[in-house]
């Protein structure tokens, strides 16, 4: 996806862009993190302990243990990710964006350091934590990792209901939710999109409605019915987000009584997404562009 020196640039300012949500909208308006961020800015709450140096020294075994389990390329990564972390947290302390309305500092919290952390898990890198503590479970006991990482999550909320009360617990976990789902569209692209199967009597007409009326290419599979046995034609065809209601509404007017399924497709590459259009022949008075 990056080149190595890429990869290394986009950590680091996954890392600043990460620091700025923390100390400008979390810290800021009182807010907490999860994982080891959320255990440091706790320890910034009640002891005044500097997150960065806090952040770094709880990771520091942690990287030593990863180094002999998994290598040098992950914990190069992941140091990268800590280091970063720890030294633009503590210089861009001077970022605070105050505001009296908890919620929307949640929002903001979450769409900024969303942003952050996507950068750098896009490019295979981690900030360590719990990521580190996850994959060493998963190696030694077996554990899923999303298990552990929630499960740790789930601590560090309830060490913040303790010291901080219930209200900042629930206004944190907005901006955790929040951030999950920008690290998910960081991590997936703008090359987003839809997939749809499309069973029906009609199917070289729909297609032909998809490709003239949309321009986008088609699959045709052939399946077995289970119960019937019966050989059809099943459409397969992927299209942006905002296309999906033009091929539903083909589908209404060719077929009203097809069999259709949507799912999400989390990254698309090829013809008529990444790459150039390429004119093909026409066949069958359909086809006029591969996509």
Known sequence: MFRQPMQWFMIVIGSLIYSIGLNGFLIANHLAEGSFVGISVLLLYEF??????????????LLIVAWRMFGKEFVFKTALGVVGVS???????????????QLLAALYAGVVTGIGLGLIFRTGGTT????????ILRHR??????????????IVICLVIIVVGR?????SLVALFVSSRVIDFVIEGAQSGKAISIISEKH???????????????????????????????IHCVVSREEVVRVQRIIHEVDP?????????????????TFDDVVTPRRKGVLRKSR
């Open 48 to 61: 005044h302990l500097p997150v960065g140096l806090t952040f770094l020294v709880l990771n520091i075994p």
């Open 87 to 101: 030294v633009f947290s503590e210089l861009t302390k001077f970022i605070q964006i105050p505001t009296h309305d």
């Open 128 to 135: 360590g934590g719990a990521d580190i503590i996850a994959r």
């Open 141 to 154: 006991r077996g554990m899923g990792m999303g298990k552990t990482l929630f499960f740790i999550d789930v």
């Open 167 to 171: 209200e900042v617990a629930m206004y």
């Open 204 to 234: 070289m007409d729909i297609v032909t409605a998809i490709h003239e009326q949309l321009d986008r290419g088609t699959t045709l599979l052939q399946a077995t019915g289970g119960y019937t046995g019966q050989t059809r034609q099943v």
């Open 257 to 273: 009584q097809a069999f259709v399924t949507i799912s999400d497709v989390h990254e698309i590459a090829g013809e008529g997404f």
